[in-house]
C-alpha cells in the first residue's frame, strides 16, 4: 500500500521558517515527478516545488528564493524548506508522487497545515 506521510507543519510568525518532511512507502516505480503542492481556503490546489525524475526542481514563482525543496533517496523522504514565510504562505501542503503511462499513478498526502500569522 503506498503512503506519502506529511508533517512539519505548524504556527509561525511572518519572517519565520518551517521544515516539511513527505516520507513515502510502498512506492514500486519511481515517481516522475514528486513534490509539493498547497490548497488556501477558496482557492486551487497549486503546485510550490516539485522534482522531475531527472533531478531537476521546478518552483512557483511566490516562492523562488524563500523555498528549498530537497530529498534524501535512502529515506525515500523530500522536504521542503520554507524561510522568510508569509501570510499569503498559508495553506495546507501536500506532497504528490505522479508516474504517467503504463504504470502510472497520481499519490497524494493527507495533507499538513502551515498557517503564518502577521
Known amino acids: 500500500q503506498v503512503q506519502l506521510v506529511e508533517s512539519g507543519g505548524g504556527l509561525v510568525q511572518a519572517g519565520g521558517s518551517l521544515r516539511l518532511s513527505c516520507a513515502a512507502s510502498?512506492?514500486?516505480?519511481?515517481?516522475?515527478?514528486m513534490g509539493w503542492y498547497r490548497q488556501a481556503p477558496g482557492k486551487q490546489r497549486e503546485m510550490v516545488a516539485t522534482?522531475?525524475?531527472?533531478?531537476?526542481?521546478n518552483y512557483a514563482d511566490s516562492v523562488k528564493g524563500r523555498f528549498t525543496i530537497s530529498r534524501d533517496n535512502a529515506k525515500n523522504t523530500v522536504y521542503l524548506e520554507m524561510n522568510s514565510l508569509k501570510p499569503e504562505d498559508t495553506a495546507v501542503y501536500y506532497c504528490?508522487?505522479?508516474?504517467?503511462?503504463?504504470?502510472?499513478?497520481?499519490?497524494w498526502g493527507q495533507g499538513t497545515q502551515v498557517t503564518v500569522s502577521s
Open positions: 522534482f522531475t525524475s531527472g533531478g531537476s526542481t
Open positions: 504528490n508522487a505522479k508516474r504517467p503511462g503504463y504504470f502510472r499513478y497520481d499519490y
Open positions: 510502498g512506492i514500486i516505480f519511481s515517481p516522475n515527478t
